[in-house]
Every structure is written in structure tokens, then in C-alpha cells.
């Protein structure tokens, strides 16, 4: 992975993650979990606008706003599916507010070089991974429409 | 040193109630010596954000499988992960999980592969446990390792191979997949991650009938008679019966297994493992699609 496109604040949360031993990764993404921003007021009854990612196992949705050529993305999963939650808060808290172009230029495998495969098993890790394909996804579209 | 027998009354009229406890007999015994809880979970961090107090966990993804083998842990990798949880040959292990116990049943399953006799799931899992706000703690559970011995792992009882099934065609099969895996229109569940199967549909024959039904709305198992309606009159199970359950990958059959073996008394039940990741990417082996059973293969 070519570490020049990779956006600071992912950047940072990789190096924190590789600087623990096994264990304490599971401790870091549960730090994650617990700090995924609600989402804000004015999306709260609006399901319509989430996507839902479906290569986790467990509910969670995503929604891309872009603002100035900058990108917005809100995330909801339930308290239950904490490792979900992890997921999606590494993602909001690396991409947003980033230009467009350096969300759509974060390597496709960056979940896999968290050193999270051991922690939390790959099986799992594919679901972020589906997370960050939706993303883009979501981004590009949202360029074109 | 077992824990003494629950006995509440609708454990009774299942085939081995000494398989079930109940939130009230768990939250009794807690920190009984001899005793130990294992919380497991599809979720890797579920237990981390709160747990039975006491409680240790074991995960299914990182713990119970081999890391390189599609199999399970051996007999000196098991002793160990159990005797660093605190769990000796003759401890009373009560399993709890969520989804409906789930990969708890997973877990037991795992647990008598091998031959760990007291092992039990606690009724309604942890979803039950929460709703009758019974306490949860995010306290690091203080574990004093034991020695667990090194036991080598049956595969020859409870667990059916791909050349077992083959062998097994006019013998029932259970499948308790989703109906929309059942009938090839997928091949994982809904909302869950495609897992590589290669083909869609059921192993010819098997009848479809869901892990989940066994379930009551509340996570705990179904009272006998409702059971019986489901897998006799039903899937048409009979006495004597030699059975082979599968899901996916084996998790959500052990739940059925554990339902047909230790709820309704079925002496020969097997979890076929392999399950579809492994008979739907499989070449040359059977396979139906639609609602219909399907006949017996003639090769």
C-alpha cells in the first residue's frame, strides 16, 4: 500500500493499532466503538437516505454528504454489534471532512493492514472493508449526480 | 464437583435437562467454585462492553479454530485456551451468547468434540439475561489458570464430513439455513456477507427448517411439545433416526443440533461442519434448488 495517499487521521489510527499487541487492538477498536458520533439531529428519521452495508454481519448503515467538495459521512449501527461500530467509527473519524479526492484515493485494503485479521478474525475484517467500497461508492455518485 | 441440576419444571419434560440452566440458577450461583461462565458471541467485542460478572469469553472466530486448518483446535491447543479460562476437566461450564445462544451452542458443540461433560447453556442466553436487568460488568474477570488435560478431539460422534453425508442419503438431513439459501436464490444468509460457495440451493433431500424457529420471541427454547411439532410431525424426524444437521459453516446447526440431540433425545445427530461453504463450492456433489426436497441422489 502506497502510504502517501493515505489520509493523516487513517494514517495515525494504523500506526496506533500495529503499536499494540493483539489484545489490546480489540481494546482500541472498542475505544472506536465508543466514540461513533450520533448521528445529527436532522437524519435521525430518515432511514431512506442510509445505506445498508451488507458485507457486516451485523445492521449497519452509512450516508455520504459532500459539502464544498468535501465529504461528510454518517454511520449508525446498533450498541450490540460493537465490532461493527469499531468499524464505522474508524471510517468517520478518518474520512470526514476530507476533499473528495483523497477519500476516493484510500487503498481498497486498508482494513486488512490494521493487524486486525488476528484481533478480530478476516472473516470480519471483510465487512469494513464493504464499508469503505460503499463509501466510495456513495462519493462517486454523489460527484456525478 | 458438578453444580447441582436445574429444575425447573420445563427443563423436565426435555430429553437431558441437565443441558439447561436457567437466568434465576445462574444468577445464584455465580462465583460457586467448580462453576464457570463463558460468554459467546457473534460479536467479537459484545462481551467487552459488558458481561455476567465473572465471566470469561471465548470467541469462535479466534479461539476455537485452527489458525491455518479449516478445523478446529487440537487436543494441547483446547487444553490450553481451557485452563487459561479457569476451566478443569470436571468444572460446570455454563455458555451464554447472544442471538438466540447461537455461537454459544457453537461453543458446547465444540466443548464435547471434546468429551467436556458438564457443559451446559444457560436458557434465553444473554438477550434474556439483559431484558430481566439482571447485572452485566465491563470488569476484567480475574482468571487463575488451571491445568486442563489433553484430550484428543472425537470427530467420529457429533461431527459428519463431506464423504459422511455422501454415505448418508436416505438418512434425514436437516437444513437449517434461511429459505432463501435453502431454496439457491443465496448463499449466506440475508444481510450476512456472501462467504464463497460457489453454487446455490440444498444438499438433496434435507428438509428446510430454520436454526431460529427452535426459539421462543424471548431467546429461550421452545417447549417440548412445539418442538416436536416442528422436527417430528413437520421435517418428519422418528425415533431412532440417524441425523445430519448443516448451515453455512456450521454454527447455526449446532444449535439444531443441540435441540435435536440433548432437547428432543435423538441418539445419532451429527453437525455436518463442512456445511455449505463446503459442499456448495464442492465438485461433482448433488445439489437441488427451489422449495422441493429433492430425491435421492443415484450415482
Known amino acids: 500500500m502506497d502510504a502517501t495517499t493515505l489520509p493523516a487521521r487513517l494514517s495515525e489510527t494504523r500506526e496506533d493499532f500495529l503499536a499494540l499487541g493483539v489484545r489490546d487492538r480489540l481494546q482500541l477498536l472498542l475505544e472506536f466503538s465508543n466514540e461513533l458520533p450520533e448521528l445529527p439531529e436532522r437524519y435521525r428519521d430518515h432511514p431512506d437516505l442510509f445505506e445498508k452495508v451488507e458485507e457486516c454481519q451485523s445492521p449497519v448503515y452509512i450516508f455520504v454528504e459532500l459539502e464544498h467538495g468535501r465529504v461528510h459521512l454518517h454511520a449508525t449501527a446498533p450498541a450490540e454489534s460493537p465490532t461493527t461500530r469499531g468499524f464505522a467509527s474508524i471510517l468517520v473519524q478518518g474520512l470526514d471532512g476530507l476533499p473528495v479526492d483523497e477519500v476516493l484515493a484510500v487503498p481498497a485494503d486498508y482494513p486488512q493492514s490494521l493487524g486486525l485479521s488476528e484481533a478480530v478474525s478476516p472473516l470480519r475484517v471483510r465487512g469494513m472493508t464493504g464499508m469503505l467500497g460503499r463509501v466510495k461508492r456513495q462519493v462517486r455518485k454523489r460527484i456525478a449526480a | ?299
Open chain 2, 1 to 299: 464437583m458438578s453444580a447441582e441440576l436445574d429444575s425447573a419444571a420445563k427443563f423436565t419434560e426435555y430429553a437431558h435437562p441437565e443441558r439447561l440452566v436457567t437466568t434465576e440458577w445462574l444468577a445464584e450461583r455465580l462465583g460457586q467454585p467448580g462453576l464457570v461462565v463463558v460468554e459467546s458471541d457473534e460479536d467479537v467485542l459484545l462481551y467487552e462492553t459488558g458481561h455476567i460478572p465473572g465471566s470469561v469469553k471465548v470467541d469462535w472466530h479466534t479461539e476455537l479454530n485452527d489458525p491455518v486448518v479449516r478445523d478446529y483446535v487440537n487436543g494441547e491447543q483446547f487444553a490450553a485456551l481451557l485452563g487459561s479460562k479457569g476451566i478443569a476437566r470436571d468444572t460446570t461450564v455454563v455458555i451464554y451468547g447472544d442471538k438466540n445462544n447461537w455461537w454459544a451452542a457453537y461453543a458446547l458443540w465444540v466443548f464435547t468434540l471434546f468429551g467436556h461433560e458438564d457443559v451446559r447453556l444457560l436458557d434465553g442466553g444473554r438477550d434474556l439475561w439483559i431484558a430481566e436487568g439482571r447485572p452485566l460488568t465491563t470488569d476484567v474477570t480475574e482468571v487463575t489458570p488451571v491445568e486442563y488435560p489433553v484430550v484428543e478431539r472425537d470427530d467420529s460422534v457429533i461431527r459428519a464430513f463431506k464423504d459422511d453425508v455422501l454415505a448418508h442419503f436416505g438418512n434425514p438431513l436437516i437444513d437449517v439455513r434461511s429459505p432463501e439459501e435453502y431454496n439457491g436464490e443465496r448463499t449466506s444468509a440475508p444481510a450476512y456477507p456472501e462467504e464463497g460457495a460457489l453454487r446455490a440451493g440444498h444438499i438433496p433431500t434435507a428438509a428446510s427448517v430454520p436454526w431460529a424457529r427452535a426459539a421462543a420471541a424471548d431467546g429461550t427454547f421452545k417447549p417440548r411439545a412445539e418442538l416436536d411439532a416442528i422436527y417430528r410431525d413437520e421435517a418428519g424426524l422418528e425415533d431412532g433416526d440417524d441425523v445430519i444437521a448443516y448451515c453455512r459453516i456450521g454454527e447455526r446447526s449446532s444449535h439444531t443440533w443441540f435441540v435435536l440431540a440433548y432437547l428432543l433425545g435423538f441418539e445419532q445427530v451429527r453437525n455436518y461442519d463442512g456445511s455449505w461453504t463446503e459442499w456448495g463450492s464442492a465438485v461433482r456433489v448433488p445439489i437441488v434448488t427451489g422449495a422441493e426436497r429433492g430425491e435421492v441422489p443415484t450415482r
